[in-house]
């Protein structure tokens, strides 16, 4: 199986409070799965940063995972099918929790100017490009002053809940390709190389909130709490 990768955007909404919504995310909803789960290799969170205020979502989190049959591995589905009663009451009056999990097609590579989403160095913003066609050179941003790292991932499986989510099938579509830029600073998101990729349908820009410990790197106990 190919290394897998959870992307997930988030938009508290009217009826759920921001201080609840990081409350949640940070001491609840991420260490249920890095504190417990080793095919978990990597979790950050982004907020966004393109804009004044920001588009929604406003929020993102990414994380690296051993390879795509953790998706469907008890160990990881159990968390979703029995959540706690105060994850479930959240995750129903948020405007979106948008869930989409990606097969890992091309990666140019580690850097040593950024741990990407471990702990140490994060890679502080990322551009997301979301397209229905993969580019087919995964170096062609190495030459971008600030450029860290590029992946390109393909869409395995969605979806997308929330008080403001329209039912239907065409609220569900998504493009089947991701590319993720890793950047060192929101000036390099701006360069015409990302502006003139070919076929991209949304593009996104998030600085970095919190990269987090994980049992897979070593630095938290394996099942304990935040």
């Not at 909404?13 to 290799?41: C, I, M, T």
């Not at 890679?123 to 860290?148: C, F, S, Y």
């Not at 949304?202 to 304990?224: D, F, H, I, M, T």
């Amino acid at each position: 199986m190919p290394p897998g990768f959870l992307l997930v955007t988030a938009d508290p909404g009217p009826l759920v409070p921001l201080a609840e919504f990081q409350d949640w995310y940070n001491n609840e909803h991420v260490p249920l799965r890095l504190n417990h789960l080793p095919s978990f290799l990597t979790g950050a969170r982004f907020r966004a940063a393109d804009g004044v205020p920001a588009p929604a979502p406003a929020w993102l989190a990414v994380y690296d995972i051993e390879d795509t049959a953790t998706f469907a591995h008890e160990s990881y589905t159990r968390l979703r099918a029995n959540r706690s009663p105060r994850e479930a009451a959240l995750v129903k009056n948020l405007a979106l929790l948008d869930r989409r999990t990606y097969a890992l097609l091309a990666d140019s590579g580690e850097s040593d100017k950024a741990t990407s989403y471990k702990v140490g160095r994060p890679t502080p913003v990322v551009l997301t490009q979301w397209m229905d066609e993969a580019p087919k050179d995964v170096g062609a941003w190495r030459g971008v002053q600030g450029w860290v790292r590029t992946r390109i991932y393909e869409c395995i499986d969605n979806l997308k809940s929330g008080t403001g989510v329209e039912s239907g099938p065409e609220a569900q579509r998504v493009p089947k390709y991701l590319a993720v830029h890793e950047l060192l600073d929101l000036r390099a998101a701006e360069e015409e190389a990302f502006a003139n990729a070919k076929g991209v349908e949304e593009s996104r820009v998030w600085a970095l909130y919190r990269a987090y410990p994980c049992v897979a790197q070593g630095n938290v106990e394996e099942g304990s709490v935040a």
